[in-house]
């Protein structure tokens, strides 16, 4: 239990800061999500996977690199390949260095699809972050970034803990 008289309350303006970036936390991916499955019928996640898989090597990836460079746990990265792959966007096939492991590859349409959902995308982010900030906020919200990801990713193990 933890004691009261102990605890490290927020300020005023620790407060007002936290209250602002978590109404971010929760209006940017609904934001997200919206222009692309308007647009191209993903979510921002289905998006990031053919994203991290276009700038792959071949186009492929193993399941665990995947899973670390969109900062997502292996299950929940399983139901989106799933439904990706029902759509034809990607394949899995056997890992030729390791048979226990499982590859993704984007297929052709799968790689025509994050090629047409890219300019849209790039827009919300400038439209929805970036263009609303001066460069120096931009370095700063990096900064910012890699900070919090040294808490919550202490280990190092999804890809942008180590940019």
Request: charged residues 25%.
């Amino acid at each position: 239990m933890i004691d009261m008289t102990e605890t490290r309350w927020l300020s005023d303006d620790e407060r007002r800061a936290w209250v602002r970036f978590t109404a971010v936390l929760e209006l940017l991916p609904a934001a997200l999500d919206l222009q692309l499955t308007t647009d191209q019928g993903l979510t921002h996640f289905d998006y990031f996977t053919l994203a991290m898989l276009s700038e792959s090597p071949g186009r492929v990836l193993r399941t665990s690199t995947l899973a670390a460079r969109t900062n997502a746990s292996l299950p929940r990265l399983s139901k989106v390949v799933t439904r990706l792959e029902a759509a034809g966007l990607v394949e899995r096939t056997p890992c030729p260095e390791d048979r226990r492991a499982t590859n993704v590859g984007l297929t052709e349409a799968g790689w025509r699809k994050v090629v047409a959902a890219a300019p849209g995308h790039v827009d919300a982010v400038r439209r929805f972050v970036v263009d609303a900030l001066t460069p120096e906020q931009v370095e700063q919200l990096g900064a910012i970034s890699t900070a919090l990801l040294g808490r919550l990713d202490p280990d190092g193990r999804m890809l942008a803990s180590g940019r």
